[in-house]
């Protein structure tokens, strides 16, 4: 069976684009009645950009701090409880910022319509009815959220996007002027998620002429900005990280994402450590399955002066590294994709562990 996958029905790129959301907006207040629901990264409270929010009438705005933890199934049912105690059903829900504010925008569309705790809905087609009308407007490029069809959320017992084709934003608006203010370490960090999407999705079992299409044009824009003779963040660079952004989403829809992955699900359940910084420290020790891919990866580092601190796994307790180990071997797609349908026989629990040892 091939994937039937969902697409993002209606996409708006160029610098200033974020100007027309207003209007883009404007055909779905059709009565008087009708509101929007503005989900904006709390970095932005204060900024020029909160003046250019195309507000009006009943509209609701929240800005969230994204920087405690990444998105909750329990902050998602706040917010949809906020939402429809105070005001009932909107006419659409805007998601303003990077892959965490993208994800609670989507899951908050789904909510507002779905029964019960967004935590019953972690996993693949459990929605059962379509949310309300959805956009996505990244401020941040690398993690693909705006073209994925999941909204990844940690819930009390795991770390698991909500996945159906309602997820996927009906609208997105890819302005990357929004991503100027994004401080070094991050814009590195969430950069090399796509980079690392890219690498996984092309060297795998799954791996297609689709998938490798976007993967490798996605790797060229990555290799300029982060190693080309104009590298680094500025207008030109940005604007070729956030269509990379896009095709290595567009790529691993595709296909899988692999080792890297498997081990950065483990931190992030276990430490709470952030997608992009997890994926980065696992990527770094990753030469055996990715020589190539580490190898630029590191290059792409030291010239920007990332440093990614060493031997952290002294300080984690056996029962944490045992723990990363079981969620990590827990996603099999990642790992079959990786090491082929046979992987059980190819990776043993001890290696796994040997694997978070080493960071
Ligand atoms: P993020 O959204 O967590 O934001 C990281 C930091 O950057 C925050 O402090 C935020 O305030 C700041 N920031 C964002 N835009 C800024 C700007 N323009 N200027 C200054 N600061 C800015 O970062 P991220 O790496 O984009 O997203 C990570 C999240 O995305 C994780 O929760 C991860 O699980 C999720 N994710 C989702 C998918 C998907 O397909 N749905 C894929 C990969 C990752
Ligand atoms: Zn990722």
Not at 82 to 103: C, H, K, N, R, T
Not at 113 to 130: D, F
Request: with cysteine; hydrophobic share 35%; glycine share 10%.
């Amino acid at each position: 069976m091939y994937k039937n996958i969902p697409a993002v029905a209606r996409t708006v790129y160029g610098p200033g684009s974020f100007n027309q959301l207003g209007d883009i907006l404007a055909p779905k207040r059709q009565r008087p009645e009708d509101f929007m629901v503005f989900i904006v990264d709390n970095y932005f409270k204060g900024k020029e950009l909160e003046t250019r929010l195309p507000v009006q009438g009943r509209d609701m705005t929240f800005f969230v701090d994204v920087t405690p933890h990444e998105p909750t199934t329990e902050q998602i049912d706040h917010l949809r409880d906020a939402i429809l105690q105070a005001q009932g059903l909107p006419a659409g829900v805007i998601g303003i910022g990077g892959g965490s504010i993208m994800d609670i925008a989507k899951a908050v569309a789904l909510m507002l319509t779905n029964e019960g705790s967004s935590e019953q809905y972690q996993g693949l087609n459990l929605i059962k009815n379509p949310g309300v009308y959805h956009v996505g407007v990244p401020t941040i490029s690398g993690t693909g959220a705006e073209v994925s069809m999941t909204a990844v959320l940690t819930g009390p017992k795991k770390k698991l996007g909500i996945k159906c084709e309602w997820t996927v934003f009906d609208q997105i608006v890819l302005d990357p002027t929004l991503t100027a203010t994004v401080p070094r370490d991050q814009w590195f960090y969430t950069g090399m998620d796509t980079f690392i999407h890219c690498i996984e999705s092309i060297t795998g079992h799954m791996q297609n002429t689709y998938s490798q299409a976007y993967g490798y044009k996605a790797l060229d824009l990555c290799r300029e900005v982060y190693l080309g003779p104009n590298s680094g963040q500025n207008p030109e660079m940005n604007e070729k990280l956030m269509v990379a952004s896009l095709f290595g989403g567009l790529s691993l829809t595709y296909s899988e994402v692999g080792i890297c992955h498997a081990l950065s699900y483990g931190l992030s359940y276990v430490l709470g450590m952030r997608h992009g910084y997890a994926n980065c420290i696992a990527f770094n020790h990753l030469e055996d399955f990715y020589p190539e891919g580490v190898r630029e990866f590191k290059a792409m580092a030291a010239k920007h002066h990332i440093y990614l601190p060493q031997n952290l796994s002294r300080n984690w307790t056996d029962e944490q590294i045992e723990k990363m180990t079981e969620i990590s071997l827990g996603l099999h797609h990642m790992w079959s994709h990786a090491l082929g349908p046979h992987w059980q026989e190819k990776i043993t629990p001890q290696q796994v562990q040997e694997l978070f040892e080493r960071m």
